[in-house]
């Protein structure tokens, strides 16, 4: 059989981006032996990519912002489905995360009197948005990067895992390959924490990278993990749509929190109809909808978005707050933002629902599992506000980081079976075996194309039900994949993995959708327009069932005294 | 059983690949590359060719050193000798005086990356094949590491620079009539005037000059940074374009020299405008 | 529709050819996009590394007829009509597989580079005319594009002597950070070797971020090095100013 290499490791990190880094840095600092693996080099993940701001109330902007306006915009903006638990440890602990990624190196961009600036977003009360220009993303992770460097933490590059192993019913190793030699590797340890990130790439119009093929909620639901809430798939409201090349290519909503101003194709701010408190800062549901709807009316762009504009400003603001914005449109669409509008439309861009994890230490259903950051649920409810997700990972990257820790200072040491180590590889090398059967590069066009057009921003049942179907017969396909060439860094290899992981969690996300009749958040039916007090108590779940997948709900956990009181009586009263 | 291996070592030592014997000119790259580089040269080439001539003169390189017979009320001396020491041992003044501004350029940084480029082909042009690969040092060892002693050529720039604005000041001054100095501008004053500008462009732009005026403080904030930090900023706009008065101050203080050298063999009639 | 014609070098450590696809253009398409297409429908077992198709992750760097560039931000557009396109991988490292490199020792001179340090009883207050001059140096993305180009590593093979641009505008980052305490000096000197950069900017011209980073970083750094070795006159007034960083 197949020969591979193994490691230990007291935690495993699988994942280098903002929760799979902030985890290792604080496992490392608990003192365990770790060891992180990410499926590109290090420092590629997607939170590079991430733009606009993290989310913190520190109030250097604006002095009367606190946790508890933070908590209640991130509530509302999750429309009450998100983990209180969560959403309070988030909004108490993200200034001090912000503060200590300073205190490693990063530089935030700042105010006269130097304090880190903050700008405002969609959803939020107050200017909360730590910044660098509009790169705040690179400088998390390199910040962080440098800190795992330091700290002599192992790092597994360009290396896939693709297995879970489990003793009895805790987690005990993974399994995975180098993308480089095609050679398989085993991973044993005590914790694991999955940092995988998101779903996106199961849709055609995606702000997502190729990495976003849902590994994370794929292992953990193989491996008896409850994933919920996984209806809700957050649509962008700003991504380009023209030339096609970089359709879905994310517009950062910073774009608007600096002034950007929404048009139709009459020149009219069509904001002033759908929120006209907020009007383009409304929160990212409400504004993708209002998109939509104003495309689907007639009211759209040549090429089927809306326009946002910032020529009204000053060409250096533009430049200096936005830069990366400036080169995109600049290098890849032809257009000077600075001189006339965008054109932008809705994109695939995060997914508020995953693995269930515990609040204050990120362990799944499954012991010695853990998740934080996109791939874990809960936090964001039916709606993520823009620049919570990095707060998010620094946050509950580190309660992860330290509980996995104590979790495997606690264990003894773990079996890893050998029959299912040979289970996962051979499933792995089946697809080469093969001399004939569908390429993976089609089936992968299909479902995109199917989720786009039936799982997208507005659903129905018809619709709903016909995806479900689809998918059952990509699924037998996707059984059937052929891949030429050797095992050496070949691609098609590694799409006909994560194809079956990308059915498996659009099949959970169209589940999920099919069985909320309402419309809450980021999640509309068509035929159930209406949100309902019913299904503002329960959250979806999805459990492995055989193998086949369970969907039913699960009651809210429920809000102390103490929290409520919050909504009803002004937030300055709070604040002692 | 399944046979568990040690982990296979995961880093290759690293060399660059190459699809074709290495030398000079190799590339992939399908532009007039060598354009830039030959231009640079033949740039370079004409300015030392001139300058050396008309350093090694020692006439004509000042009103006062113009052709018998000769008239002038104008009163300009050529860069490339000022200042004016005289002449000592039968030597040209310009020999006691030109290895200054020829030192700074020549430690330049932008100039460096010219000639490295144009004369030493280390490299010709980005991403093309060298002559000698492998036994390079860059500025790491003698002589190219004496590059370092820039800002001391610097220093005396920056004298020899004050000294040009005092004959600019004095390309002002006219001998009237009555044998008094009066002022006055002709083309010559202008071409002076220009020179000390360009000059100066270049000068202040320098690289060790922005690092001595502020680049080399880890904060710019508060009290005296502060206003180095405005200077710094002031270097910094002129170093943006470094290359750009490196050139233009070039030729105009090769043309002055070579306009003062026409005014003063009588060649060129130098035009009073005032 | 139109096509154009793009030559891609595939092959493993030593062995190289060059197949010629014919690949059809959408507008705004770029030279990725064109190897995607090459992946679907030709080549499915094709190497190539990218993430954010973007410009932002510094992932598909490879020389694009003789340039080297990021495959993601390389409009088919920019070529001439007609001109074939030729896509090497990046050649100042070994290759992998097709557009793959192994770019692993960048990844081990960083390691030696002396991380953030802060100074002691650091106040925490950074001013943005501060962050201005050094956020440019944290815009790097890690392409190492400037690394592939520069001739010490590309035509010299310092590999040993010399850290390379892309690590130089990381240590310009780190010695110029307003509240970092340590002292990168020596080994931006004796280790990084700063010396054997011939301020030739290739580097510059290449860094898809527009780092300048031969007059922001390099030059900089080296007129640093110049005051703690070179400069008598600094030295002198060191001594008597008791001050020895
Ligand atoms: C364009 C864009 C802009 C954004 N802007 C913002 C913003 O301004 N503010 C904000 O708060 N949020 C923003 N977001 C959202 C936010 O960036 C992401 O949600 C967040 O970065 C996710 O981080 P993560 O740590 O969970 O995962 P990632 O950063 O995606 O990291 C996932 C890691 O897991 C590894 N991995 C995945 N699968 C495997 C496997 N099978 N084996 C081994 N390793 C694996 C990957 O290699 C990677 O290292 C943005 C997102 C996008 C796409
Ligand atoms: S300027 Fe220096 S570092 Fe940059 S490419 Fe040239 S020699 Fe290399
Ligand atoms: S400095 Fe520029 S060219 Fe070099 S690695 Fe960074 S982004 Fe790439
Ligand atoms: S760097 Fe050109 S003059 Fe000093
Ligand atoms: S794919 Fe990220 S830079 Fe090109």
């Known amino acids: 059989m197949e020969s591979y290499e193994t490691h230990e490791h007291d935690v495993l990190v699988i994942g280098a981006g903002g929760a799979g880094l902030r985890a290792t840095v604080e496992a490392a600092v608990q003192g365990v032996s770790v060891g992180v693996v990410c499926k590109s080099l290090l420092g590629k993940a997607h939170t590079v990519m991430a733009e606009g701001g993290v989310a913190a109330a520190m109030a250097n902007v604006d002095e009367a912002d606190c946790w508890q306006t933070h908590f209640k915009d991130t509530m509302a903006g999750g429309k009450m489905l998100n983990n209180w638990r969560m959403a309070q440890l988030h909004a108490q602990q993200s200034p001090e995360r912000v503060y200590e990624l300073e205190r490693w190196g990063a530089l935030f961009d700042r105010t006269a009197d130097g304090k880190i600036l903050q700008r405002a977003f969609g959803g939020h009360t107050h200017n909360r948005l730590a910044h660098v220009g509009d790169r705040t993303g690179l400088e998390l992770i390199r910040t962080m990067q440098d800190r795992v460097v330091q700290q002599g933490v192992p790092v597994y590059m360009e290396c896939t895992i693709t297995h879970l192993l489990k003793d009895g019913d805790r987690v005990s190793g993974a399994v995975g390959y180098w993308r480089d030699t095609g050679r398989f590797v085993v991973f044993k340890a005590k914790a694991i924490v999955l940092a995988t990130g998101g779903v996106g790439k199961s849709f055609k119009v995606t702000s997502n990278s190729w990495e976003y093929t849902s590994d994370g909620i794929g292992m953990a639901f193989k491996s008896g993990a409850e994933l919920i809430d996984m209806e809700f798939l957050q649509f962008h409201p700003t991504g380009m749509v023209w030339p096609p090349g970089v359709k879905g290519l994310l517009v950062t909503e910073a774009v608007r929190g600096e002034g950007g101003l929404l048009r139709n194709n009459k020149g009219e701010r069509f904001m002033e109809k759908y929120d006209p408190k907020r009007m383009e800062l409304s929160t990212r549901d409400l504004v993708a909808r209002s998109i939509y709807t104003e495309v689907k009316e007639g009211r759209g762009s040549e090429h089927g978005g809306v326009f946002l504009d910032v020529s009204h400003l000053p060409a250096e603001t533009v430049i200096k707050k936005l830069p990366s914005m400036y080169h995109q449109f600049k290098d890849l669409a032809d257009v000077d933002i600075t001189k006339g509008p965008m054109e932008v439309g809705p994109t695939t861009h995060y997914m508020m629902g995953g693995v269930r994890v515990d609040a204050d230490t990120g362990q799944t259903t499954v012991p010695g599992l853990f998740a934080a950051g996109e791939v874990g649920g809960g936090m964001h409810g039916a709606n993520r506000l823009g620049g919570n997700s990095l707060s998010d990972l620094l946050v509950f990257g580190k309660l992860t980081g330290e509980a996995a820790a104590q979790f495997a200072k606690k264990s003894s040491k773990l079996r890893v079976r050998e029959e299912d180590i040979k289970a996962g590889i051979e499933e792995m090398l089946a697809p080469l075996a093969r001399t004939s059967g569908p390429s993976p590069y089609e089936i992968h066009e299909k479902l995109q194309e199917l989720m786009q057009s039936y799982v997208g921003i507005m659903r129905t049942e018809q619709d709903l039900k016909h995806a479900i179907e689809q998918l059952q017969t990509l699924k037998q396909e996707a059984q059937r994949v052929r891949v030429t060439g050797s095992r050496m860094y070949n691609p098609g290899w590694h799409l006909a993995y994560d194809l079956k992981t990308m059915l498996n969690t659009s099949e959970a996300i169209a589940r999920c959708a099919l069985q909320r009749t309402e419309s809450r958040g980021a999640h509309t039916r068509l035929d159930h327009p209406a949100t309902s007090p019913e299904w503002g108590k329960v959250n979806s779940t999805v459990n492995q069932d055989g193998d086949g997948m369970r969907v039913g709900t699960s009651p809210l956990p429920q809000m102390p005294e103490e929290l409520r009181q919050l909504f009803e009586e002004p937030v300055a009263a709070a604040k002692k | 059983m399944a046979t568990t291996e040690a982990a296979p070592p995961r880093i290759a030592t690293t060399r660059a690949r190459r699809e074709h014997p290495p030398g000079l000119g190799v590339t992939w790259r399908r532009d007039n590359w060598w354009l830039q580089p030959l231009a640079v040269f033949l740039g370079l080439s004409a300015f030392g060719v001139y300058s050396t001539w008309a350093a090694l003169q020692g006439v004509y390189y000042s009103c006062s050193t113009a052709q018998q017979g000769l008239n002038l009320t104008c009163n300009y001396l050529s860069p490339f000798y000022s200042p004016l020491l005289g002449e000592w041992w039968g030597l040209s003044p310009a020999v006691f005086i030109l290895w200054m501004p020829l030192g700074f350029r020549a430690t330049c940084y932008y100039y460096r990356k010219a000639y490295y480029r144009a004369f030493f082909l280390d490299p010709p042009a980005c991403n093309v094949g060298e002559a000698r690969e492998h036994s390079y040092c860059g500025e790491n060892a003698m002589p190219l590491k004496l590059q370092n002693i820039h800002r001391y050529f610097l220093y005396l720039a920056i004298l020899v620079l004050a000294f040009l604005w005092k004959d600019a000041y004095e390309g002002f001054l006219f001998r009237s009539d009555s044998g008094e100095m009066a002022f006055g501008v002709g083309i010559g004053t202008i071409v002076l005037l220009a020179n000390c500008v360009f000059l100066s462009f270049y000068t202040l732009g320098c690289h060790s000059l922005r690092h001595l005026i502020g680049g080399r403080l880890d904060s710019f904030h508060g009290g005296s940074c502060a206003t180095r930090h405005q200077c710094w900023k002031g270097v910094t706009k002129l170093n943006e374009h470094h290359q750009l008065w490196a050139w233009v101050s070039l030729v105009v203080v090769g043309f002055t020299d070579f306009y003062v050298r026409m005014v003063a063999m009588g060649v060129f009639n130098d035009l009073r405008l005032f | ?245």
């Open chain 3, 1 to 245: 529709m139109s096509e154009v014609v793009v030559r891609v070098s595939q092959g493993t450590a030593d062995q190289n050819e060059e197949r010629r696809y014919q690949v059809p253009v959408t507008p705004g398409m770029v030279v990725l996009d064109a190897i995607h297409y090459i992946q679907a429908h030709f080549a499915p077992d094709l190497a190539v590394r990218w993430n954010c198709k973007a410009a932002k992750c510094g992932s598909c760097s490879a020389e694009v007829n003789g340039k080297p560039s990021l495959m993601c931000k390389s409009r088919l557009d920019d070529f001439q009509p007609g001109e074939e396109i030729v896509v090497y991988p990046l050649r100042s490292f070994p290759r992998i597989k097709d557009l793959v490199t192994n770019v692993s020792w960048n990844y081990e001179v960083n390691k030696k580079i002396v991380p953030f340090t802060p100074r002691k009883n650091a106040q925490w207050k950074m001013y943005q005319e501060d962050m201005d001059r050094v956020q440019e140096f944290r815009k790097c993305i890690e392409c190492f594009l400037c690394q592939n180009v520069c001739h010490v590593l590309r035509n010299h093979e310092k590999y040993e002597q010399f850290g390379g641009p892309r690590f130089f505008v990381r240590l310009a980052g780190l010695e110029m950070h307003p509240l970092d305490g340590a002292d990168r000096l020596p080994y931006v000197k004796d280790e990084a070797g700063i010396g054997y950069c011939n301020i030739t900017k290739c580097c510059t011209e290449v860094c898809p971020e527009s780092i300048h980073i031969t007059d922001n970083a390099i030059i900089p750094l080296k007129e640093r090095v110049v005051d703690r070795y070179y400069d008598p006159l600094t030295k002198l007034f060191r001594i008597f100013s008791g001050n020895n960083k």
